[in-house]
């Protein structure tokens, strides 16, 4: 924000804003989305391994913000059938769709399937097995990350917080690694890996590197 000339936002007036589209509304900026993309996009690079950034819809599913990070060469993370449809219709590349949530149904998760989208995070063996049901009558193979819960304490409100053991959110740490085992064994599924969401709004480091280090421990375990 600046307030030099009037309350300006990217360098747009907001008094203009309002005057031209009424009030209230909702003002995205878009330089300073790109910026943080961009900003995020070269952390990323010196991690030196591939990495894919994936936008949140659930955090603004504008169609004009979805085309801003498809131009910016960003996929969708989607929770919902809803969110799919959206992000295709918004041109995203299907091979750049995360989806994620709990409590998919039968009918979405068809139509990610049928979508070819690149990950499916499964949070339950329950859901693990309705999965290969659905990608064995459909004929076609799911990509599979388990989502691990890997019970840290993320220090975010406790409403947002996804990584302890009290939530509902992903598989177990302890059982993680014989249900992977047991994905790689079931029809239409391809393991492809792990997933791990902690939480929203985490102002430090600490708790993610307390999730990563458990992750790293249970990849060694399912490669062992």
Known sequence: MDVQDGLLFDGVSLAAIAQGVGTPCWVTGADTLLRRVR?????????????????AMKSNDHLAVLALMRGAGVGMDVVSGGELARALHAGIDSAGIVFSGVGKTDAELDAALRAGIGQINVESAEELHRLSARATTLGLTAPV?????????????????????????????????????????????????????IGSQIGVPAPFRDAYRRVAALVGDIRA
Do not use: C
């Open 39 to 55: 900003t995020l996009q070269a952390a990323m690079g010196q991690v030196g391994v591939p990495v894919a950034i994936h936008f």
């Open 145 to 197: 990350s388990l989502r691990v819960n890997p019970d840290v304490e993320s220090g975010t409100h406790a409403k947002i917080a996804t990584g302890h053991a009290e939530t509902k959110f992903g598989v177990a740490h302890d059982d993680a690694a014989a249900l992977y085992a047991q994905g790689t064994r079931l029809p239409g599924l391809r393991m492809d890996g792990l997933a791990v969401h």
